[in-house]
């Protein structure tokens, strides 16, 4: 059923946009699954596929038009020492990711578990907050937090996503912290822990 919804979904998509390339729009499609929470390297994708960048940014916007995928742009004050540009992607419905991997066993078996559930807290906290205002942040030396939810520098949510709840705070928060103190942050556990927030109580 969700190869026969997938097909339907996309060859709609593909027609009604006019992609001349379907084979090269689906091979994209089935990379981004596979990179689903990583930061979108729109050279490096053209060059995968064989097409050029602005192929790349049109296939970009067919698939965000379409609902099927959502780009998280990044969080900054600092231009020197945090990303400005690329942002992150992630998947509006697991199941078109899924299939298009073609993943479908038990998530306890799985290796990507950390992807799904961070897809998962993108679509819940997409509910919750005005998209325009959900980030993320990540500086030049990799220190990284998933989610900020802000309509300013000064103050808002910052959300950091792990499979288990960490015994002591990431590194990553407390450098986020010391950069913008007037936050709140919330670590977002799969693991039920009290020191952290469930990811079904989120």
């Known amino acids: ?3 026969e919804l997938k097909n339907a979904f996309l060859k709609k998509d593909i027609d009604e946009a006019g992609i001349a390339n379907p084979d090269k729009f689906y091979a994209l499609l089935v990379i981004l699954a ?3 929470g990583s930061l979108v390297n729109r050279n490096e994708l053209a060059n995968t596929i064989g097409v050029d960048n602005k192929t790349i940014d049109k296939y970009l916007y067919v698939l965000q038009n379409c609902f099927h995928i959502g780009l998280v742009k990044p969080f900054y004050n600092n231009q020197r020492k945090e990303l400005t540009k690329m942002p992150k992607l992630f998947f509006k419905d697991s199941g078109m990711r899924n299939i298009a991997l073609n993943r479908l066993f038990d998530f306890r078996d799985r290796e990507d578990k950390g992807q799904l559930i961070e897809n998962y807290v993108f679509n819940r906290i997409s509910e919750i907050y005005d998209k325009e205002l959900i980030r993320f942040w ?3 030396d990799k220190q990284e937090v998933d989610f900020v939810v802000s309509a300013s520098n ?3 949510l910052a959300f950091e996503v792990k499979l288990k709840c960490p015994g002591t705070k990431p590194a990553s928060n407390t450098k986020f912290l010391e950069s913008y103190p007037g936050f709140q942050f919330r670590i977002i556990s799969y693991q039920t822990d009290k020191k952290c927030t469930w990811i079904l109580k989120l």
């Open 34 to 36: 596979g990179q689903t």
């Open 154 to 156: 000064n103050e808002g």
């Open 138 to 140: 990540r500086t030049t």
């Open 1 to 3: 059923m969700l190869k």
